[in-house]
């Protein structure tokens, strides 16, 4: 298993560009999450989803969208790029038979210039 | 509503001392409550979890936690700390509603290991 994985790792961006950052987890579970890390802030929750065609608004939804078409795939999309999305961002995954514990990918970090 | 405060972002001990970092939660229902350690540069790795079976919870490493309902805490602590357990350190609280998998992440301690 390769667990969560995440692509790109490294990503710059200009103000206003667009770009989808993937994840991907191969454990089937049903749960999967986007957070971001800022300095002093811990992870805050993006978006997450229960199931394929389920998702629902985190703590900090704004200026990104996700779908999620599949059991195994989870993209977030930054539609308009702002300096204030730069960060690291996480995907996880996690499944009621593992008593939610949240299995993280290796993180994106993201820069917006 | 649910919410996570550490204290001490940054806490420093000798090597073989005892490591004790605090978490205090809150949480409208019975929490599941979580530690990750985060070591430079990766992901974050699951140290050990409550789920409401054991109070005292062990995990990897040589860590264990403690779940206190009277003083809502979740201190974590390890006996002797070693040069390799420097990292940063995160306290999290997941609800049961919503799925359970909405976790609240604390805002992290730094851990720093001397000799």
């Known amino acids: 298993n390769a667990g969560v994985t995440q692509t790109p790792k490294f990503q710059v961006l200009k103000t206003g560009q667009s770009m989808t950052l993937q994840c991907a987890q191969d454990?089937?579970?049903?749960?999967m999450s986007w957070y971001r890390q800022d300095p002093g802030m811990g992870l805050r929750l993006i978006h997450y989803?229960?199931?394929?065609?389920?998702?629902d608004q985190g703590e900090v939804p704004n200026g990104y969208n996700v779908s999620r078409s599949t059991t195994e795939d989870f993209p977030l999309r930054l539609l308009s790029a702002a300096p204030s999305q730069t960060s690291v961002y996480f995907c996880?995954?996690?499944?009621?038979?593992?008593?939610?514990?949240?299995?993280f990918g290796p993180g994106t970090r993201l820069t917006v210039l | 509503a649910q919410s996570v405060t550490q204290l001490g972002s940054h806490v420093s001990v000798s090597e073989g001392a005892l490591v004790l970092l605090r978490c205090n939660y809150s949480s409208s229902g019975p929490p599941y409550l979580f530690w990750y350690v985060q070591y430079p540069n990766q992901g974050l790795q699951l140290l050990l979890k409550?789920?409401?079976?054991?109070?005292l919870v062990k995990g990897i490493n040589g860590f264990e936690a403690e779940f206190k309902k009277s003083e809502t805490s979740f201190h974590l602590t390890k006996p002797s700390a070693h040069m390799s357990d420097a990292a940063e350190y995160f306290c999290a609280v997941s609800g049961l509603t919503g799925g359970g998998n909405k976790l609240t992440f604390g805002t992290g301690t730094q851990l720093k290991v001397e000799l």
């Open positions: 454990m089937n579970h049903e749960y």
């Open positions: 409550y789920t409401s079976a054991a109070t």
């Open positions: 996880a995954s996690s499944t009621r038979l593992g008593g939610y514990t949240q299995y």
């Open positions: 989803s229960v199931g394929a065609g389920i998702t």
